[in-house]
């Protein structure tokens, strides 16, 4: 072999083997997730106006949705929009974060083609009749994966493109839906996997989030492939009502999230909350775990009163 060619192949391998490990140990964005005391969703409704509001808030992280949809067309957020949120009033950086269901299509999506409105392809599963638009889809077939990434109109690809600093990955617990076995979580771990393996090698420094599920927490390799986890209705509202949970569920769930937490891993926790002393409590809670807490609207259309650190949100 001449010189040449082995230190081509020399760099070929390193890069090869860069490419393999990057999803099981690369971890680059815990330190900044670490920086972040204050946090919000922007899911519904997003606009310029609402982009506006973003830029002039204090939040340290927002997790937006990558789209507009103005007249019910998608219109996905430009480089320059998610750049401007990146920057705080005080001039200080804020992460944003793109919201992305790994367990869930949506009607309204440009992947979306008029003929599934009759008859809908085999990787769709049935409606999500909580949100119009949105169906649960079987996650481990590869037509579904090939629309998440891996093309340069995929979902995954377009987020990179504007900018994003990562994802926040809704319905990973989407097992739920097919008798909650094993098998069925192995194949939802395997896709954050994939996600996670893709997102690095092409932005190493890319933030991974995962909202709830956290029962996969006992799996070290999902571990491995996540930054963090955003918990919704740990305290209240399993029921959508502004009820204290079960304390067992309680205890259930926080027990992986402090396992997960001592493990480096941020966890962020989301309560629909309006009155105060659940908000006190709720604050209290976190705070004891080390737990970043956001209290907003369900519908998550409009951000909730300003968050400063220590301070309980504005009830609504």
């Not at 997790?63 to 929009?81: A, H, Y």
């Not at 392809?121 to 009749?129: L, N, T």
């Amino acid at each position: 072999m001449s010189n040449k060619s082995f230190v081509l192949a020399k760099t070929l391998a390193a890069a090869w083997m860069a490419l393999l490990t990057s999803g099981a140990s690369a971890q680059p964005q815990t330190s900044a997730l670490e920086q972040v005391k204050t946090w919000a969703y922007q899911l519904k409704d997003v606009s310029q106006e609402k982009i506006d509001k973003i830029v002039a808030s204090p939040f340290d992280m927002i997790i937006v949705d990558s789209s507009m949809f103005p007249n019910g067309k998608e219109v996905r957020l430009t480089r320059e929009q998610v750049e401007s949120m990146k920057r705080k009033p005080d001039g200080s950086r804020r992460l944003v974060v793109a919201y992305f269901s790994a367990g869930e299509c949506e009607s309204f999506r440009h992947y979306w083609k008029p003929e599934w409105n009759k008859n809908r392809p085999s990787w769709v599963y049935k409606a999500d009749h909580d949100w119009k638009g949105d169906y649960i889809v079987r996650y481990w077939d590869p037509a579904w994966h090939k629309i998440i990434y891996g093309t340069a109109d995929s979902l995954i690809d377009n987020i990179l493109a504007a900018g994003f600093d990562g994802i926040s990955i809704d319905r990973v617990d989407a097992y739920y839906y097919f008798g909650d076995t094993e098998a069925r979580r192995r194949q939802m771990i395997e896709l954050i996997k994939e996600i996670s393996t893709y997102m690095r090698a092409r932005k190493p420094d890319s933030v991974i989030l995962a909202q709830n599920a956290e029962e996969l927490l006992d799996h070290p390799d999902y571990i491995s492939a996540i930054d963090g986890i955003a918990k919704e209705d740990l305290l209240f509202g399993i029921s959508h009502k502004e009820r204290r949970n079960p304390q067992g569920d309680i205890e259930h769930s926080t027990r992986l999230l402090d396992s997960a937490r001592k493990m480096d891993k941020v966890i962020f926790v989301i309560e629909y909350l309006k009155n105060k002393a659940n908000i006190a409590e709720a604050r209290r809670y976190m705070k004891e775990h080390d737990f970043v807490l956001y209290v907003g609207q369900r519908d998550l259309y409009e951000l909730s009163g300003v968050v400063g650190e220590g301070e309980a949100p504005a009830a609504k």
